[in-house]
């Protein structure tokens, strides 16, 4: 046995299609200790998320965390379930079919087949599976496959994480696929509009914070020192919507959230810094956190409860989270674009309808000339 995974009889007449793969970080199935446990102890057991050695970490995951924290955060995860489930994973199957829709839409204003391209959603951890979702593009005919990280800004903990399992499941088979991959897209300018305009679209409703704060996920401080560009791009995407928004630098703050552990991760710390303003008589704060594309645990429970009741708790007077991108028209219309444009190249008639087009061209070019 060779061990690669069995191919499906390759045929000439096949409808061959590209693929383009969503893909975010996870969540558990349920907002239950047994639930969450999976989840954690897949996610912390990736290389790319805790890098310390393994006969060092492995015991204190299995005998530590694993006993303690999923009864903590399964009551968080609880906190923020809907009736559609995990907030991220409902979100991402909304992103995934919107972008399919305006996908194909695009695909047929450019004389090209709508169902051309097919969306796929997967998480890095937890499902449905990156495996699985590939393997559903693979038997839809897609032999060529655009993997989108959802994760503006690059780490080695996140995109990095995420492209190793869509490489490992490549590796298994006997077709191995096309295979391009977006790393990061923090300066995008389509995604940058979209931020401000989720932001201004608030304002409008709400009115003007004292003071505006952009939330970034942590990560060790270790990261930076070791090259990962991430904290660099997460400054750059603020700088960007600070401009959109037309902010000077005193009227706005980034902070960075979901620190784990005792070692030092990047600076400011989002709740010591809500504190801090609070005490300082800011009265009201509005967070927004442009790192994530799709609201989940840590925008709506970390932020939008534990953070606010740190600054309400500090004598802060009035405390605003700010919705996600989610799926405002402005960020489906930015993500088709960031698609499209990493997809020239891939994007070509079948061959029988670029002969029609170059039969076309001729008698076109030939009644110029007479």
Same mark, same amino acid.
């Given at each position: 046995?060779?061990?690669?995974?069995?191919?499906?009889?390759?045929?000439?007449?096949?409808?061959?299609?590209?693929?383009?793969?969503?893909?975010?970080?996870?969540?558990?199935?349920?907002?239950?200790?047994?639930?969450?446990?999976?989840?954690?102890?897949?996610?912390?057991?990736?290389?790319?998320?805790?890098?310390?050695?393994?006969?060092?970490?492995?015991?204190?995951?299995?005998?530590?965390?694993?006993?303690?924290?999923?009864?903590?955060?399964?009551?968080?995860?609880?906190?923020?379930?809907?009736?559609?489930?995990?907030?991220?994973?409902?979100?991402?199957?909304?992103?995934?079919?919107?972008?399919?829709g305006y996908l194909g839409q695009r695909?047929?204003?450019?004389?090209?087949?709508?169902?051309?391209?097919?969306?796929?959603?997967?998480?890095?951890?937890?499902?449905?599976?990156?495996a699985d979702a590939m393997d559903r593009?693979?038997?839809?005919?897609?032999?060529?496959?655009?993997?989108?990280?959802?994760?503006?800004?690059?780490?080695?903990?996140?995109?990095?994480?995420?492209?190793? /399992?869509?490489?490992? =499941?490549?590796?298994?088979?006997?077709?191995?696929?096309?295979?391009?991959?977006?790393?990061?897209?923090?300066?995008?300018?389509?995604?940058?509009?979209?931020?401000?305009?989720?932001?201004?679209?608030?304002?409008?409703?709400?009115?003007?914070?004292?003071?505006?704060?952009?939330?970034? =996920?942590?990560?060790?401080?270790?990261?930076?020192?070791?090259?990962?560009?991430?904290?660099?791009?997460?400054?750059?995407?603020?700088?960007?919507?600070?401009?959109?928004?037309?902010?000077?630098?005193?009227?706005?703050?980034?902070?960075?959230?979901?620190?784990?552990?005792?070692?030092?991760?990047?600076?400011?710390?989002?709740?010591?810094?809500?504190?801090?303003?609070?005490?300082?008589?800011?009265?009201?704060?509005?967070?927004?956190?442009?790192?994530?594309?799709?609201?989940?645990?840590?925008?709506?429970?970390?932020?939008?409860?534990?953070?606010?009741?740190?600054?309400?708790?500090?004598?802060?007077?009035?405390? =605003?989270?700010?919705?996600?991108?989610?799926?405002?028209?402005?960020?489906?219309?930015?993500?088709?674009?960031?698609?499209?444009?990493?997809?020239?190249?891939?994007?070509?008639?079948?061959?029988?309808?670029?002969?029609?087009?170059?039969?076309?061209?001729? /008698?076109?070019?030939?009644?110029?000339?007479?």
């Amino acid at each position: 046995m060779s061990g690669f995974l069995p191919e499906p009889p390759f045929r000439h007449d096949r409808q061959v299609r590209i693929g383009v793969l969503l893909v975010n970080l996870g969540t558990p199935d349920a907002p239950t200790p047994s639930a969450v446990r999976r989840y954690l102890a897949e996610f912390l057991s990736d290389r790319r998320v805790v890098e310390i050695p393994r006969v060092l970490w492995l015991p204190i995951l299995h005998g530590v965390i694993l006993r303690i924290r999923p009864s903590r955060s399964a009551k968080k995860y609880a906190a923020i379930w809907t009736s559609e489930g995990s907030p991220l994973l409902a979100h991402g199957i909304k992103q995934k079919t919107l972008l399919m829709g305006y996908l194909g839409q695009r695909l047929k204003d450019e004389g090209l087949p709508s169902d051309m391209a097919q969306v796929e959603l997967a998480m890095r951890y937890g499902k449905p599976t990156i495996a699985d979702a590939m393997d559903r593009l693979k038997a839809a005919g897609c032999e060529r496959i655009l993997v989108v990280p959802l994760f503006p800004q690059y780490s080695a903990s996140a995109t990095a994480a995420a492209l190793d /399992a869509v490489f490992a =499941h490549a590796q298994r088979e006997r077709r191995m696929p096309g295979l391009r991959t977006i790393d990061c897209f923090h300066d995008d300018p389509g995604y940058v509009r979209a931020l401000a305009r989720t932001v201004n679209d608030y304002w409008t409703r709400h009115g003007r914070p004292d003071r505006f704060v952009m939330s970034f =996920h942590g990560l060790p401080r270790r990261s930076l020192d070791l090259g990962d560009p991430y904290h660099c791009q997460c400054h750059k995407t603020a700088r960007l919507l600070a401009v959109e928004l037309g902010l000077e630098p005193a009227q706005y703050l980034v902070t960075f959230q979901s620190r784990f552990g005792r070692a030092e991760w990047l600076k400011p710390y989002t709740q010591d810094s809500l504190v801090r303003l609070a005490k300082d008589g800011v009265g009201r704060v509005d967070v927004a956190c442009p790192g994530f594309v799709a609201d989940c645990l840590e925008t709506l429970e970390e932020i939008g409860i534990e953070v606010k009741q740190a600054f309400l708790g500090a004598g802060g007077r009035e405390f =605003h989270a700010i919705p996600c991108l989610n799926e405002h028209p402005l960020w489906i219309a930015a993500l088709v674009d960031l698609v499209v444009s990493n997809l020239r190249g891939w994007l070509a008639p079948p061959p029988d309808a670029a002969a029609r087009q170059m039969t076309q061209l001729r /008698a076109k070019t030939l009644g110029a000339r007479q």
